[in-house]
């Protein structure tokens, strides 16, 4: 199974930038690279997916090197919403169905 | 349109009862998945049920047990809960493409 490294948490300001980084070393070829948001008391939502280079949707972006070793979640200007822990999944269609494995994540915190 | 429903959203249990953990969807997805989330924690993987009919265990299934009632029913069992299964627990469809779908979970406290 692909192991996943991300920071414990990020502190960050309203307005800025946030980037967080995932390490996954060892990512098959199959492979996606998902990224879930999660607020307290509730299940993991789905922000963006990919498999290689820059995705972009209307929540975020996901910057993928040539190598796969790892990948960035960008999330533009970022509002007090934002607050939540992040994760990062590597695993897919064909990864197999016991691949969907979470990390501790990242936990977000926006300040004023 | 629910989505996944789970339910109780709250339990207390005391040490060697046992209850069932209750999932819906309403996706018509294949895949059905039952996690755990400790305080402070990521979500750990129990089991899995890729169809209808078929069941196996993921990181942490030891002390519970599931059924594949049909597509749509995916349910968990505690045959005798321990206090090391305090935990948040969240059910999550999978449609082999983008995307799980997570349920409200359910918090369980067992004394």
């Known amino acids: 199974l692909a192991k996943t490294t991300q920071p414990i948490s990020m502190d960050s300001y309203e307005g800025q930038e946030v980037n967080i980084t995932c390490s996954h070393n060892?990512?098959?070829?199959?492979?996606?690279i998902t990224w879930y948001q999660q607020f307290p008391s509730q299940g993991p939502r789905f922000i963006i997916q990919?498999?290689?280079t820059k995705v972009t949707n209307e929540v975020a972006s996901l910057f993928i090197p040539a190598d796969r070793k790892s990948s960035t979640l960008s999330l533009p200007r970022v509002s007090l919403s934002d607050t939540a822990v992040y994760y990062c999944?590597?695993?897919?269609?064909?990864?197999?169905?016991?691949?969907?494995?979470f990390g501790a994540g990242t936990r977000l915190a926006v300040h004023p | 349109n629910a989505g996944v429903t789970q339910t109780p959203k709250f339990q207390v249990l005391k040490t060697g009862q046992s209850m069932t953990l209750q999932c819906a969807q309403d996706m018509n997805h294949n895949s059905m998945y039952w996690y755990r989330q400790d305080p402070g924690m990521g979500l750990r993987l129990i089991y899995y049920?890729?169809?209808?009919?078929?069941?196996d265990k993921g990181e942490v299934p030891n002390g519970y047990n599931v059924s594949r009632l049909n597509k749509r029913e995916f349910s968990l069992r505690l045959e005798s809960a321990a206090p090391s299964q305090t935990s948040v627990y969240f059910c999550a469809t999978w449609d082999l493409t983008y995307e799980q779908y997570f349920g409200p979970g359910t918090r369980l406290t067992v004394t």
């Open positions: 999944l590597v695993g897919g269609p064909s990864g197999g169905y016991n691949k969907l494995i």
């Open positions: 060892n990512i098959a070829t199959n492979d996606y």
């Open positions: 049920s890729a169809s209808e009919g078929t069941t």
């Open positions: 990919g498999y290689k």
